[in-house]
């Protein structure tokens, strides 16, 4: 499941989505609705930290980009107070529990 109304914080690793859009350099997949990125499109980079056994952050990387309607729906599912699971495609999921309210 992708939309989760709890956001409890027992993980290993979160994800952060930045709020800046840049232009994307290269061609590649959306991550949140595996939708085509062409180059020149504005997109914004997810990035993933994972937590060590003392509670630090340690391994920062890439996730991967969102194209903008994908942003912007990840914008305002969070506004409306949702969690989000980072897994290739969760945009689309997480709207389609949305509509459905399967959450």
Known sequence: MSLLCDCGFDYDW???VESDERSACAEGKCYGCCGKI???EEVRF???YE???EGEEINTKSL???CPVCAGL???LTDLGFCLS???NFITESMDE???GNY
């Open 14 to 16: 979160y994800y952060v």
């Open 38 to 40: 062409n180059i020149g």
């Open 46 to 48: 997810m990035w993933r």
């Open 51 to 53: 937590i060590d056994e």
């Open 64 to 66: 991967g980009r969102l």
């Open 74 to 76: 990840y914008d305002s």
């Open 86 to 88: 980072a897994d290739w």
């Open 98 to 100: 949305y509509r459905s």
